[in-house]
């Protein structure tokens, strides 16, 4: 197995090793020298000097593969991609913005396949998420088998499955990038009220103190609604007890198919208002892949898509004009005065006027007309 990978990347060429936030950047001669290196040759001196410095991982004597696994050059320019497995979950959160938890996606070998497309195309970080992806009766042979390629993998859970021997073994074996927890409440009342799941509370600690313990690098996602507004300073002292990066998400969205249901879990107090949207690299150097391997520009825009099954590749270079013309402002957006200091993306627009959400939930006009 692999304890280090040299990879091109958005124009560079880097060498990262899984579990850890170090890493560096080589220029093109000395990746063409590992490309064209045998793999039974021993790591050259100046690898065995990075690699000792960076992680102190001793390479000297080793042959090159299996301890460093080398990555092609597609040529393609995307580093990054998100996977949702499936759509089904053990919770069922008010505020999701899946909507209908589908328990429904590919088989093992059409997965391979689009992992195989996924490393052709460049993705180097892919992100492993759900519904609930360690709920997934395959979610131990997919990530192993995205590791055994050669990508930096994060997971986004809620923890509830993370202390399962079979799931913990794996991950410390083969150490991701990242594993991300949602909180969704600091004590058992507010958190199985919110995931609507007796328990849930109970399996979050247990996942939480288990990866903790066994040295996984965690970080936690804060979900601030109505339901556990209160409990706020609760849950950011939950991530200074473990010494984990707390993100906080605040603003509830409609769901990917434009429903409303999710809206009223919004705390009112904690509307963030969002920085202006001045583009994105959606579809030019990242995308997501639904649980059925149809590729879109992001996890809100997903419609055109690419059914990477069919047209591998090959397809994703139809990405990039797609998602110039999602995000062109469209509608009653068209010609607006304050498209300088708007912050929303066109397509979570579109998400907004399905759900018949109220203007000012996701533009600034309301705003306008009080100061006049």
Known sequence: MHELIVSPYMGRFVMVKPGRKEGGTMPAYLYRELAETAPTSPCPDWLVKAARQAWHTELEGRPLAPAVLVRD?????????SWEL?????????????????????????????????????????????????????????????????????VLSNGSRLFLPKVLDLLTERRPDRVTLSVYGATEESYDGLTRRKGAYRLFKKGLDAGHEAGLPLSLSMIVTRHNAHEVPMMRHIAERIGAPMEEYTNMVPTIYGGDETLPTQSAEHLRRRKPFTGCNAGHTFFHVNPFGRASICKVGRDPAVDLLAEGVEGLSRLGAIADSLLLRQGGCTGCGLQGTCGTCMPLVQLYRKAEAPLATYCQHREKEESV
């Open 86 to 154: 499936n759509l089904g979950c053990n919770y069922d959160c008010e505020h999701c913005y899946l909507g209908i938890k589908d328990f429904a996606g590919l088989e093992l070998p059409e997965r391979v396949r689009v992992l195989h497309t996924l490393r052709d195309a460049g993705v180097l970080w892919l992100q492993l998420t759900g519904g609930e992806p360690m709920v997934d009766r395959l979610f131990t042979e997919t990530y192993a088998a995205a590791y055994d390629l050669g990508m930096m993998l994060t």
């Open 73 to 81: 050059d597609p040529g393609l320019g995307y580093g990054r991609a």
